[in-house]
């Protein structure tokens, strides 16, 4: 037997076993440590990000994005899975995770799969092939899950056989470059390094609004060209106190020492610099807004609104017409608080993407079908 084979072997072991692992270390984070955890407080604070604030939950929602789409890893919020990917990597290594979106790709990444084990297996004795088919079998209705999810492991990702393939997609301009490129941005955010790095919740010290802020791991362990001097250093060792008992009480699944270092991070963090520091008020509704899904599901309060005013065209039925005009008029005032709020919390008229102009120009539709119903 050569020792690639026999790697490969050992490889396909591994992921049969270390997914039940895995699995269970993940579900036993997403369990009684996860049901008790409070990082609410913690949600709402700023966070610097490629040049503005936001609070903390809407940037772990934009992160999370990147590595597992719209799907909530164990059911847990963006904010518990950042902060697990970061403290406790081991948990996921072949945990699936990284979402691929293109259905077809899933197929031909699970068909490389099974085509390498059964190649594997083939080449092995009678007496070996069979307790090989056992540990294929344990990752046959995985593979199985992934092309109905889209949920995949690092470890699978990383496997010869799957690089392979990805490496072919990036040929295919219109198709491959975009999806590898996702797939690439998918590991490079979980890693916890980069995690770490861009935790950046301590605001200049002494700066204005135009300095970086820094993350509290460079307070706790400074770092050559990260400038604290001109923060207060009974501050600075309760900051580094309270991010060190926060990550080992979060390593060591204890949600009580989790919980009270998250509330004194909460309380301190703000009073670092108040003069940058953005108002608590627009962070909390910042938070509110991105955990009810940017109130997009207004659309269904329009569409309900829809019902009644056909009615009241196809029957000439009035009363329908005014049903409808008041469902419509109660869909557009959220709407309109959608929009208003939009513009609160990112201190700018919401033009500057792709979902705020469509959602800008929905809520101008709205206005002129009202001027028209009117005069």
């Not at 509704?285 to 269904?300: K, Q």
């Not at 009644?308 to 109660?330: E, H, N, Y």
């Not at 869909?331 to 919401?350: C, Q």
Request: one cysteine or more; a neutral charge.
């Amino acid at each position: 037997m050569n020792r690639r084979l026999l790697f490969r072997l050992i490889v396909i072991a591994i992921a049969a076993c270390g997914f039940a692992l895995n699995t269970a270390h993940a579900e036993s984070s997403a369990g009684a440590f996860g049901d008790q955890v409070d990082l609410t407080r913690l949600g709402e604070l700023a966070i610097h990000t490629e040049g503005r604030v936001k609070s903390l939950d809407s940037f772990t929602r934009e992160a999370m994005q990147n590595v597992s789409g719209s799907h909530k890893i164990a059911g847990r919020s963006p904010t518990f899975m950042y902060f697990d990917l970061m403290l406790r990597p081991d948990a996921y290594a072949d945990a699936d995770v990284i979402f691929m979106k293109q259905k077809q790709m899933r197929v031909q990444v699970a068909q490389a799969l099974r085509q390498a084990m059964r190649t594997d297996a083939s080449q092995l004795p009678e007496a070996m092939q069979a307790e090989l088919a056992k540990r294929t079998a344990e990752i046959e209705p995985r593979l199985d899950q992934f092309i109905d999810t889209g949920l995949i492991s690092a470890r699978m990702l990383m496997d010869p056989r799957v690089q392979e393939v990805l490496q072919r997609l990036p040929t295919d301009l219109l198709r491959g470059a975009k999806f590898v490129q996702a797939l690439d941005t998918a590991m490079s955010v979980m890693n916890p390094q980069v995690l770490r790095m861009n935790l950046n919740l301590v605001p200049p010290p002494g700066g204005g609004v135009r300095d970086g802020w820094v993350t509290l791991h460079d307070i706790a362990n400074p770092q050559p060209g990260v400038d604290i001097s001109k923060l207060d250093p009974p501050t600075a060792q309760k900051l580094s106190q309270a991010w060190t008992s926060f990550t080992s009480g979060w390593i060591n699944q204890d949600a009580a020492g989790v919980n009270s270092a998250a509330a004194q991070l909460a309380s301190m963090l703000p009073a670092v610099n108040a003069a940058v520091y953005p108002a608590q008020g627009r962070l909390h509704w910042e938070a509110w807004y991105f955990r009810m899904y940017n109130l997009t599901w207004v659309w269904v309060l329009y569409a309900l609104a829809l019902i009644p005013l056909l009615l009241s065209v196809a029957f000439r039925w009035p009363a329908a017409r005014w049903i409808g005009l008041f469902m419509f008029l109660v869909a557009f005032g959220f709407h309109t608080f959608a929009v208003m709020l939009r513009w609160y919390v990112a201190d700018r008229w919401p033009n500057s993407n792709m979902f705020e102009a469509v959602t800008t120009a929905a809520w101008f539709g709205g206005c002129l079908a009202l001027l028209l119903e009117i005069f």
